[in-house]
């Protein structure tokens, strides 16, 4: 079992950046896949960037050259560096967590607001 918090969110202006953290209650040394999703008002939850144990990434192509994905295993944290945000990346972002074969964990969420 694992809990997730996650920080950073916050109001920018278009073409601005934030970084997003994600902390794990336990060594992520153990955690296979982490992850960030977001859940825009009226929307699906849909997936942003994932990062295997070995460090492997991947993006949406929503945010493909925008976004980075980073994992530091000695601290236990999962990062999301958003640059040229846009008003569509506008949401709430979810970090996740899959354990053993596929056991999903879950934080809470951080808002993202981004204004034109």
């Known amino acids: 079992q694992v809990q997730l918090v996650e920080s950073g969110g916050g109001l920018v202006q278009a073409g601005g950046s934030l970084r997003l953290s994600c902390a794990a209650s336990?060594?992520?040394?153990?955690?296979?896949?982490m992850g960030w999703y977001r859940q825009a008002p009226g929307k699906q939850r849909e997936w942003v960037a994932g990062?295997?144990?070995?460090?492997?990434?991947n993006y949406a192509d929503s945010v493909k050259d925008r976004f980075t994905i980073s994992r530091d295993n000695f601290k236990n944290t999962v990062y999301l560096q958003m640059n040229s945000l846009k008003p569509e990346d506008t949401a709430v972002y979810f970090c996740?967590?899959?354990?053993?074969?596929?056991?999903?964990?879950w934080g809470q969420g951080t808002q993202v607001t981004v204004s034109s």
């Open positions: 990062i295997s144990r070995g460090g492997t990434t």
């Open positions: 336990r060594s992520t040394f153990r955690i296979n896949d």
């Open positions: 996740n967590a899959v354990l053993g074969i596929a056991t999903s964990y």
